[in-house]
């Protein structure tokens, strides 16, 4: 029970610290409503007409994208911590991860061409 004594204090904490934070501000906060402050938010836009409008295609393959260019960019982060450390890549092998690194790279930047004269890119309507 010694041991897990500092997680039952640190657990208590926690729980305490996000009770006060969500508690709090309902307590201290200013409370004058208004008919603008009710609106729901809508990302900047006025919340009018229908809220099941259609989205246009080009936000879902920008997002997409992102995606994939983020995730590409994760398996080059270990690369390159590999490559400084210095127990990281041996000497043997630096060459053929190099190889690989270079392809990776040229799929994303042919990724990114096709992707490009897709239209993807440009927002303004055709």
């Not at 809508?42 to 836009?45: L, N, V």
């Given at each position: 029970m010694a041991g897990q004594l500092p997680i039952?204090?640190?657990l208590i904490a926690v729980i305490g610290f996000a009770?006060?934070?969500?508690?709090?501000p309902h307590v201290v906060a200013p409370k004058n409503p208004t008919r603008i402050k009710d609106m729901p938010y809508?990302?900047?836009?006025d919340p009018v007409g229908d809220a099941r409008k259609p989205f246009d295609?080009?936000?879902?393959?920008i997002a997409i994208l992102f995606l994939i260019f983020d995730v590409e960019l994760i398996f080059l982060y270990p690369w390159a911590v590999a490559l400084l450390?210095?127990?990281?890549?041996?000497?043997?092998?630096?060459?053929?991860?190099?190889?690989?690194?270079?392809?990776?790279?040229?799929?994303?930047?042919?990724?990114?061409v096709v992707a490009y004269r897709k239209g993807v890119f440009d927002w303004r309507r055709k």
């Open positions: 039952l204090i640190y009770a006060v934070s969500l508690i709090l809508e990302s900047g836009m295609i080009k936000f879902y393959l450390a210095p127990e990281g890549i041996p000497e043997s092998f630096r060459l053929p991860v190099l190889a690989v690194l270079l392809v990776l790279l040229a799929t994303l930047g042919l990724a990114y």
